[in-house]
């Protein structure tokens, strides 16, 4: 065993502990976040934001795959049916009537919620949180540093506010970012397993635009064709389990909400996230300007993904750009999505020269506790949100990261 190794192993374990001020004020506020998991049913918005019920968002992925296999699929392509199907099917449950909650995943998410159909409503939101964390768990575990506890890094994921929200609506953040983690892990090892994972992430079209871009910069080509296989697949399992005509009527609506979206899905959807978009017309830009500033976004985010799997940046680091930038050219997150900003954060802090200053730790502390002041439509403060991913980026595409950066 080389001792000088060991011991340098060690005092970067101790200098990755989070110094008191940052870490007890940080573990109360997920604290607080969890307990109003824990008393949204009985007392909905008592002590917080108001969720209405648990799994909001898990009762559109339930609907909509129980309608399918009802013989319904015409209903899910239509916003304002599908929604008072919901509010029918889950009166027992809701606190009060959803407002608007259409369906606009493709048909490819059905696949993954197939499994978890049988289960009924409740026992299904349970398992698919269960499930996906567990599998985030498994892609935390195999990115982890020998230098750095992999529990420290499952806790930093899995407990942040941001993952407790996810919890609470319902939603699959968990899923992304362990197809995310997961796949890049295994490029170097397994490319074609990598790209098959990574093809996977087309179940939330807004969280894949980057992924060919990342394979063509690495000329990972093995993986690029992987991947491609992998949601061409998907496509057509989908299309022969619940019929093509899913994919003729989705295709056309995506299209046109791209292009012009309705006027409940920006008030209803894209105005309480926290994209580049919604955070420029709530800081007052108009809507064309708003989009074309999103537009800056994506083209920025594609350049930094290009810088940085070109350049000699480890895995690890070379992720956390790829989890910053997805987040920033996203059209449309949610407060659960910054999971995917913790994780590309703890992975920066491991690729810096130990000791790390009290404002590398700060930042990664405002990056955690930026959920609880979402959405930006409520807290002004939040407007500022996409300029936490673009800090990330900056900071990790800057020269002289560390040399442990250029590890695994």
């Given at each position: 065993m080389?001792?000088?190794?060991?011991?340098?192993?060690?005092?970067?374990?101790?200098?990755?502990?989070?110094?008191?001020?940052?870490?007890?004020?940080?573990?109360?506020m997920?604290?607080?976040?969890?307990?109003?998991?824990?008393?949204?049913?009985?007392?909905?918005?008592?002590?917080?934001l108001?969720?209405?019920?648990?799994?909001?968002?898990?009762?559109?992925?339930?609907?909509?795959?129980?309608?399918?296999?009802d013989g319904?699929?015409?209903?899910?392509f239509d916003?304002?049916?599908?929604?008072?199907?919901?509010n029918?099917?889950?009166?027992?449950?809701?606190s009060?009537?959803?407002?608007?909650?259409?369906?606009?995943?493709?048909?490819?998410?059905?696949?993954?919620?197939?499994?978890?159909?049988?289960?009924?409503?409740?026992?299904?939101y349970?398992?698919?949180?269960v499930?996906?964390?567990?599998?985030?768990?498994?892609?935390?575990r195999?990115?982890?540093?020998?230098?750095?506890?992999?529990?420290?890094?499952?806790?930093?994921?899995?407990?942040?506010?941001?993952?407790?929200?996810?919890?609470?609506?319902?939603?699959a953040?968990?899923?992304?970012?362990?197809?995310?983690?997961g796949?890049?892990?295994?490029?170097?090892?397994?490319?074609?397993?990598?790209?098959l994972v990574?093809?996977?992430?087309?179940f939330k079209p807004?969280?894949?635009?980057l992924?060919p871009?990342?394979l063509?910069a690495?000329?990972?080509w093995r993986?690029?064709?992987?991947s491609?296989?992998?949601?061409l697949?998907?496509?057509?399992?989908?299309?022969?389990?619940?019929g093509?005509?899913?994919?003729?009527?989705?295709i056309?609506?995506i299209?046109?909400?791209?292009?012009?979206?309705?006027?409940?899905?920006?008030?209803?959807?894209?105005?309480?996230g926290?994209?580049v978009?919604?955070?420029?017309?709530?800081?007052?830009?108009?809507?064309r300007?708003a989009?074309?500033?999103?537009?800056?976004?994506i083209?920025?985010?594609a350049?930094?993904?290009?810088?940085a799997?070109?350049?000699?940046?480890?895995?690890?680091?070379?992720?956390?750009v790829?989890?910053?930038?997805?987040?920033l050219?996203?059209?449309?997150?949610?407060p659960?999505?910054?999971?995917?900003l913790?994780i590309?954060?703890?992975?920066?802090?491991?690729s810096?020269?130990?000791p790390?200053?009290?404002?590398?730790?700060?930042l990664?502390?405002?990056?955690?506790l930026?959920?609880?002041?979402?959405?930006?439509?409520?807290?002004?403060?939040?407007?500022i949100?996409?300029l936490?991913?673009?800090m990330?980026?900056?900071?990790?595409?800057?020269?002289?990261?560390s040399?442990s950066?250029?590890?695994?």
């Open positions: 080389d001792l000088a190794h060991g011991g340098d192993s060690f005092r970067h374990r101790d200098a990755l502990r989070p110094p008191a001020i940052v870490l007890v004020p940080g573990l109360l997920a604290f607080y976040v969890w307990l109003n998991l824990l008393t949204t049913i009985p007392y909905p918005g008592r002590i917080g108001d969720y209405n019920t648990l799994g909001t968002d898990w009762m559109v992925f339930y609907g909509a795959i129980r309608a399918v296999l319904n699929a015409p209903l899910i916003g304002d049916r599908f929604t008072d199907f919901l029918t099917s889950f009166a027992g449950w809701l009060k009537p959803l407002e608007f909650r259409p369906w606009a995943y493709p048909p490819s998410f059905l696949l993954i919620l197939l499994p978890f159909a049988p289960l009924g409503f409740f026992g299904s349970v398992a698919f949180q499930v996906t964390g567990a599998l985030l768990a498994l892609a935390l195999s990115s982890a540093a020998a230098a750095v506890p992999s529990s420290a890094l499952l806790v930093a994921a899995l407990a942040c506010p941001a993952s407790a929200i996810n919890a609470i609506d319902g939603q953040v968990f899923l992304v970012a362990a197809l995310i983690v796949g890049f892990g295994l490029l170097e090892r397994r490319p074609y397993l990598g790209g990574l093809g996977l992430l087309t807004q969280f894949c635009i992924v871009i990342a063509m690495a000329g990972q993986a690029f064709l992987a491609g296989l992998s949601a697949a998907m496509m057509i399992a989908s299309g022969l389990i619940f093509w005509d899913l994919w003729v009527r989705w056309p609506l299209l046109e909400n791209l292009i012009s979206p309705s006027e409940k899905w920006i008030e209803f959807g894209r105005m309480w926290h994209s978009y919604t955070c420029a017309v709530l800081l007052g830009a108009p809507e300007l989009s074309w500033i999103q537009l800056l976004a083209l920025g985010a350049a930094s993904v290009v810088i799997f070109r350049s000699r940046l480890g895995t690890r680091e070379k992720t956390a790829f989890l910053a930038a997805t987040v050219a996203a059209p449309h997150s949610g659960y999505d910054v999971t995917l913790v590309a954060a703890a992975f920066w802090l491991m810096r020269a130990a790390l200053p009290l404002w590398c730790w700060t990664a502390f405002m990056i955690w930026l959920p609880m002041l979402s959405p930006p439509l409520i807290f002004p403060v939040a407007r949100a996409p936490f991913p673009v990330l980026i900056v900071l990790l595409l800057r020269p002289g990261v040399a950066a250029h590890g695994r």
